[in-house]
């Protein structure tokens, strides 16, 4: 409910958005990899066992910080990511897809545009997985608490 309610729907809803109100792709992502570093860690844990995976944490393996994590080496468990990840940021920074090509340290998946009709998006866990209508039923449920409509013509003043 809390990470619904502070993070999940707000991204969620944003990406419906962008996706109905832009001309350009809108790639959509859930990062559910477990590393040994995360910015939340298990209480008692002195700083050694990450909670889960936490908002933020795949920001550990695209801007490296050395003085809060490790320096990774090339048989670390993160490495594989790492390398998944920011090459697919960098192809989405050259040519504004960021896998233009199937391939096998892509884990051969094809990352669709998130659209209105076929929600794509993509897994980014020990593997690349393309899903569709991420937690379809729970954030179907805030757009009833929250719906646009509501707010579609507040803030606008009235000339007369």
Do not use: C
Not at 61 to 70: A, I, T
Request: net charge positive; aromatic share 16%.
């Amino acid at each position: 409910l809390y990470s619904d309610g502070m993070i999940g729907f707000g991204v969620n809803r944003a990406a419906k958005l962008l996706a109905e109100k832009s001309n350009k792709s809108v790639y959509y992502y859930r990062f559910n990899f477990k590393g040994r570093h995360s910015y939340f860690y298990l209480p008692d844990s002195n700083q050694t066992v990450p909670y889960g995976v936490a908002h933020l944490d795949d920001l550990i393996y695209l801007f490296h910080n050395s003085k809060q994590f490790s320096d990774y080496k090339e048989d670390d468990p993160e490495t594989a990511t790492i390398e998944k990840m920011t090459t697919m940021w960098t192809n989405f920074v050259r040519q504004g897809n960021p896998i233009a090509e199937q391939s096998e340290k892509l884990d051969n998946v094809k990352w669709e545009p998130f659209t209105s009709k076929s929600k794509k998006y993509l897994e980014i866990g020990n593997k690349l997985i393309l899903n569709e209508n991420l937690n379809e039923k729970r954030y179907n449920e805030w757009e009833k608490l929250f719906p646009l409509s509501k707010y579609q013509g507040k803030g606008k003043k009235q000339h007369g």
